[in-house]
């Protein structure tokens, strides 16, 4: 069963009368895209990096004796950057897969 534009619009509309065919809900100014979400991820990992670097920096200069800090710190970014390698192995196994589909 192929189902055509029109019938679609109109299914739409049944279900939320206020949404217009073609027309977006949400505004461009307040729409988050995928690519914001992982700059944002990115963005993160590495604060939570320099950070991290920053701690144990501090405790070989002698200026902070917070040596459980830094490690959590240290720990917390190392965490931070593995999930980050994972979630772009998922990515790049996604992208295979779509590749390797057949039309």
Same mark, same amino acid.
Request: aromatic share 4%.
């Given at each position: 069963?192929? *189902?055509?534009?029109?019938?679609?619009?109109?299914?739409?509309?049944?279900?939320?009368? @206020?949404?217009?065919?073609?027309?977006?809900?949400?505004?461009?100014?307040?729409?988050?895209?995928?690519?914001?979400?992982?700059?944002?991820?990115?963005?993160?990992?590495?604060?939570?990096? *320099?950070?991290? @670097?920053?701690? *144990? =920096? @501090?405790? *070989? %200069?002698? #200026? =902070?004796? @917070?040596?459980?800090?830094?490690?959590?710190?240290?720990?917390? =970014?190392?965490?931070?950057?593995?999930?980050?390698? #994972?979630?772009?192995? %998922?990515?790049? #196994?996604?992208?295979?897969?779509?590749?390797?589909?057949?039309?």
């Amino acid at each position: 069963m192929k *189902i055509n534009e029109l019938y679609l619009s109109d299914l739409i509309q049944d279900i939320n009368p @206020d949404l217009k065919a073609g027309q977006q809900q949400e505004n461009d100014a307040t729409r988050v895209t995928f690519a914001d979400t992982i700059k944002e991820f990115l963005n993160t990992v590495n604060n939570k990096q *320099i950070e991290a @670097d920053q701690k *144990i =920096s @501090d405790v *070989i %200069k002698g #200026e =902070s004796e @917070d040596l459980a800090g830094a490690m959590m710190a240290l720990r917390e =970014s190392n965490l931070s950057f593995q999930l980050m390698l #994972e979630i772009r192995n %998922k990515l790049i #196994e996604a992208v295979q897969e779509v590749n390797r589909t057949q039309v």
